[in-house]
């Protein structure tokens, strides 16, 4: 059954609340990286350039955010006409 608005909300995580789950696995390969950063680099330098090049983008799209391109149509009708009260008529060639 779908929830429908105007109805109250029970049970769950609160809104802005993280996932337990989530956090656990997250802190789980913060310390697994941390304890193996030696071991990592080592692994890194026997690896050719292109196969780090490619370790180091793949992980750069777990920890960097996507960028998305978007397009933009502007249009003004927009007309001035300057007149500086400097620039006497006659100067105005």
Known sequence: MPFKKGHE?????????????VSQLRGFFYDLINDNKDKIEKDLKELTP????????????????????IEADVRTDV???????WIKPEDNV
């Open 9 to 21: 909300k029970k049970g769950g995580r609160t809104k802005g609340q993280s996932n337990k789950d």
């Open 50 to 69: 292109k196969e780090r090049l490619d370790f180091y983008l793949k992980c750069a799209n777990h920890v960097l955010p996507k960028m998305q391109s």
């Open 79 to 85: 007309t001035m006409r300057l007149n500086p009260s």
